[in-house]
């Protein structure tokens, strides 16, 4: 009687420590993504052997081929290209700057064309510079000052944000629309401050457009990097007169036909509502596109085959998307959703991956109040691996266009701190990116993606009129 009583005030005193389904189900992809993942083989071939996807060339075709063929060994339901017909911007030879201070006294400056920029003339352009702020300065300064120079944009990003793509937001206006927008004031060219927190010699690179300027009225534009926009900065304010010269010989060519790369696993018990993960297959020129955004495309390549070879059978039909052509043009997100609404498919859930394979955090949310607080409710099960940030906020470009009452879209959030250093650049390459960090984001992924299909999102109540 004694030992019976004994081990009873034992069972109930002792604590009992059992993990729940889902703490096992996530444990388990982890601990594969980071035994066995397949997300840094994918960029290395991606980074090394293809290179630089930018959206018309061959190497985004042959991207397209790879992660198709890819996709099809992983034994998937379906695997399917989508196609999209996407700009072609030619780069042409390698750009060359420097600024004269005196006639023959010149000092080289490394710069790159912005993405659909137009080039110079023949022989280069020179001229003298106006430095400004930002496109409210150009309002201030007037015809009088700006009508023959070159226009140089040398606001920063803000060191003072954490948040370093809301630094990014703070000046970024000047690249897209800062040609467009000194070329009614009469100026023959454009220079811009690359958008990066550091001073170093990469110029980075990135879309711009030109509005509604006749063609013959566009001026050429281009980035300069942060320590040869500090040295031009330096220069002026010792010598006005200083000119500038540079020279590139990019073009603008025809759409050509691309795709989007779609791999699929129908859903077990509601096969008609459809959740995606995805980034974009396309890269600027200058590196190889690790970061931005092979990364995301190789880990949402990898949440599909996580989830079925850790024996997870999904509920819902689960998507990669690999879009094409967002850097310039965001033609495959639109094309997409434009497919997915004449099919009157049902989406729920998207995710996307497109910042960097840097530590993941945690998510981003653009949904209703419940179902951001059902995502942050599973908070418990992600700080074991250190992913504590459930906000709301964006998700993603590419999956934007998805956007409907009701449906959850959420964007991965890595630390972002050093994303701006290689964004763009040529340093974006494959050497930059760690595996772990780069597996760890796959797990994260494939780990949210695994509750919403189980659990399913939280329907939003509508208000009667």
């Known amino acids: 009687m004694r030992l019976t009583l004994l081990l009873a005030f034992l069972l109930v005193s002792t604590p009992f420590f059992s993990q729940s389904e889902d703490e096992k189900q996530l444990k388990a992809i982890y601990d594969k993504a980071l035994t066995d993942g397949k997300a840094y083989d994918w960029l290395n071939y991606l980074s090394n052997q293809i290179g630089g996807r930018l959206s018309g060339s061959v190497q985004a075709q042959e991207a397209v081929e790879y992660t198709k063929a890819q996709l099809e060994s992983l034994g998937l339901d379906r695997v399917w290209l989508q196609p999209?017909?996407?700009?072609?911007?030619?780069?042409?030879?390698?750009?060359?700057?420097?600024?004269?201070?005196?006639?023959?006294?010149?000092?080289?400056?490394?710069?790159?064309?912005?993405?659909?920029?137009?080039?110079?003339?023949?022989?280069g352009l020179k001229a003298n510079v106006v430095e400004i702020q930002g496109i409210e300065d150009l309002e201030k300064l007037g015809r009088a000052k700006i009508e023959g120079k070159i226009v140089f944009y040398n606001r920063p990003m803000d060191p003072t944000l954490i948040n370093?793509?809301?630094?990014?937001?703070?000046?970024?206006?000047?690249?897209?629309?800062?040609?467009?927008?000194?070329?009614k004031f009469g100026a023959k060219g454009v220079i811009v401050r690359s958008m990066n927190l550091r001073l170093d010699d990469y110029p980075h690179t990135g879309s711009m457009g030109y509005g509604d300027t006749p063609v013959n009225q566009r001026i050429p534009a281009a980035a300069i990097s942060t320590k040869g926009a500090e040295l031009l900065s330096t220069t002026l304010k010792l010598n006005p007169d200083t000119k500038f010269y540079f020279k590139q010989s990019c073009k603008?060519?025809?759409?050509?036909?691309?795709?989007?790369?779609?791999?699929?696993?129908?859903?077990?018990?509601?096969?008609?509502?459809?959740?995606?993960?995805?980034?974009?297959?396309?890269?600027?020129?200058?590196?190889?596109?690790?970061?931005?955004?092979?990364?995301?495309?190789?880990?949402?390549?990898?949440?599909?085959?996580?989830?079925?070879?850790?024996?997870?059978?999904?509920?819902?039909?689960?998507?990669?998307?690999?879009?094409?052509?967002?850097?310039?043009?965001?033609?495959?997100?639109?094309?997409?959703?434009?497919?997915a609404k004449n099919n009157n498919e049902t989406h729920v859930f998207a995710l996307e991956s497109d910042s960097g394979g840097f530590t993941p955090r945690g998510f981003s949310i653009d949904a209703s109040d419940e179902n951001i607080a059902q995502i942050q409710g599973w908070r418990d099960l992600f700080e074991p691996y250190l992913i504590h940030m459930f906000y709301k906020g964006g998700s993603g470009a590419d999956i934007g266009p998805l956007k409907e009452e009701g449906m959850v879209l959420v964007g991965l959030r890595p630390d972002t701190q050093r994303y701006f250093d290689h964004h763009h650049a040529e340093n974006d390459t494959f050497e930059h990116v760690n595996k772990r960090e780069l597996e760890l984001g796959a797990a994260t992924m494939a780990s949210l993606v695994y509750l919403i299909d189980k659990y399913g999102t939280v329907p939003v109540k509508k208000i009667k009129g």
């Not at 700009?87 to 060359?96: Q, Y």
């Not at 809301?166 to 040609?179: K, T």
Request: a negative charge; hydrophobic letters at 35%.
């Open 252 to 339: 603008q060519y025809e759409d050509v036909q691309s795709y989007n790369v779609i791999g699929e696993i129908t859903g077990s018990t509601y096969p008609n509502e459809v959740m995606v993960v995805g980034g974009h297959l396309d890269s600027w020129d200058l590196g190889d596109g690790s970061h931005d955004d092979g990364a995301g495309c190789v880990q949402s390549m990898d949440v599909l085959r996580l989830l079925k070879e850790t024996g997870y059978r999904p509920k819902r039909t689960l998507r990669v998307v690999l879009f094409m052509n967002e850097e310039n043009g965001m033609r495959g997100g639109n094309k997409y959703a434009e497919v």
């Open 84 to 123: 999209v017909m996407v700009p072609k911007w030619v780069r042409g030879i390698p750009e060359f700057a420097y600024f004269e201070t005196k006639p023959g006294l010149t000092t080289n400056v490394p710069i790159c064309a912005l993405g659909g920029s137009v080039a110079t003339p023949d022989g």
């Open 164 to 183: 370093t793509f809301a630094s990014y937001s703070g000046c970024v206006d000047q690249r897209y629309s800062g040609a467009a927008e000194a070329a």
